[in-house]
């Protein structure tokens, strides 16, 4: 299968690995930015190229991996007639791709993607759609090439799924970074925190996350949140993302409980 | 070495349970139900006690382990002279013992209990304090029974390291709650997440939270960001929590860059 890539990005460069090792050629790599488009090219030994008319008509497959807002116009770009156009996007509907070809989809990998770590493509959930049930069994099929679990869902459930995973991936990322942030301000290793990370995933793993919080909020043990916001006084946007999400925890258990 | 805890909850539990394998006697278990005492101290061979006159008065180590508000009063409710007495709290000064006793400390152990769930305490830092040089040495030395990482900190910096670890600790498990139901009210399947929350673990053990931010907040995509917001039009709580977490990702980025 020949494929081209659009975008240079996370998302790109590990699908465009995924797909090499899964013995597919990657037959050119396009950005705005030529050096861009090179730096990963090389890498998966495809053709960067940076203008529209040097794109390859003939791939068999072509892959949108850009920001949300440039998917549109770089799908009409293309100028396609009938070769299969995906776009890589949780939160972009597959409408943003009608009229630019006539096979259409989405294929979206659920994970989170830096370029300094690989992963294991496998265990990586590909979410997929299509405008036409032909199209979603190409899709299908490419995608069982790269992983065990595909899942099929339409464009709203799958931007659900897209906020989920931004608060339970991005947004936890971030609380750690505002812890390591803080005890740094204080003089204190960040290290300390990690055997404490490590039980809260473990818990999780084998429970739901309501059954087993713990902390201050769920407790109303308000002479530690008090305690808390003492310590917080001179930082309002921490004071403010402390009582936002104490609150939160207290409406969740209530909804559970409810 | 004779040990008394006071309180029945989390922290007791896996206090006593720790003392226990390391071969130590836990006399006594008070709280102020009776039949919570007994569910912990029929497990650890303990006597539960509800009334301080039955209190033991020859101990080696008193544990208070109950709600912060509520130590202070619990200390001098023991009317102990010159016996051994700690509390358990991260936020709690070690001052809320001054006067219980001639020697007193802090002996709180960084990690989040559930009753459902063992851990290795061996790995759980243990932080300490104390009056006098005198007390920390014997606090030190009950604490390198249980745990390989003992680090004396004051009551400030241990009340910071309790609030970073309400952030890296409670906080998250409670996104992870928000994820799980914002899933289950579209009908999808929470296992989804899983690989990418394990990802996002996996990937702070090696690097610091804030250089492997991902997301559309990071990345300043306000197409993915307006679309998350639109999804999320009916929960203005979580809408709101939406946009102060991405804010907040911006403003810590800024501030990483000096």
Known sequence: MNIVILGSGNIATHLGR???MAGQR???VWSRDLSHASALADTLAAEPI???FD???SADL???AVKDEAIRDIAFELKLNDQLLVHTSGSTPLTALEGASSKIGVFYPLQTFSKIKTVDF?????IIEANVPEVLTSIRAIADRLSEKVVEL???QRKALHVAAVFACNFTNHLFGLA???LEEKGLDYELLKPLIKETLSKIEMNDPVSVQTGPAIREDQATIQAHLELLRDNPALSELYTKLSQSIVNLHKRSQG
Chains 1, 2 share one sequence.
């Open 50 to 52: 940076d203008n529209m």
């Open 62 to 64: 072509y892959i949108i």
């Open 55 to 57: 794109l390859d008509r």
């Open 18 to 20: 995924a797909f090499k």
């Open 180 to 182: 390591q942030e803080l």
């Open 154 to 156: 339409n464009s709203e």
């Open 122 to 126: 496998r265990q990586i959930p590909i």
């Open 26 to 28: 990657i037959a050119q």
